[in-house]
Nanobody
Framework: VQLQASGGGLVQTGDSLRLSCAAS????????MGWFRQAPGKEREFVAA????????SDADSVKGRFTISRDNAKNTVYLQMNSLKPEDTALYYC?????????????????WGQGTLVTVSS
């Protein structure tokens, strides 16, 4: 499975961005998908995830109510709509795919990773 993340950029506090993650390869639409982020000097952290069917999602407390994950299996693409962005959201955002996760928030469950897209929020 190959993952290509895009949509990052430089925005101001309160702005919105939509990240996309295009998946290709074997049965990618059958995988759960997640977004993680890593700020300079910090560990990679969970942001949001969605099951293969798209019927269930999970969000980190820090983004709840501001970020929304969704997927279009016909296009093999997962999205992260980010609203009301804050400077603390500045990070490199990665999309990842998990074949059969038991815990959507667990980074170790994800076997495939994209290259990351940079989001910078200025104050």
């Amino acid at each position: 499975v190959q993952l290509q993340a895009s949509g990052g950029g430089l925005v101001q506090t309160g702005d919105s961005l939509r990240l996309s993650c295009a998946a290709s390869g074997r049965a990618s639409s059958s995988f759960a998908m997640g977004w993680f982020r890593q700020a300079p000097g910090k560990e990679r952290e969970f942001v949001a995830a969605i099951t293969a069917s798209g019927l269930s999602t999970s969000d980190a407390d820090s983004v709840k109510g501001r970020f929304t994950i969704s997927r279009d299996n016909a296009k093999n693409t997962v999205y992260l709509q980010m609203n009301s962005l804050k400077p603390e959201d500045t990070a490199l955002y990665y999309c990842a795919a998990a074949p059969r996760p038991t815990r959507l928030r667990d980074v170790s469950q994800y076997a495939y990773w994209g290259q990351g897209t940079l989001v910078t929020v200025s104050s």
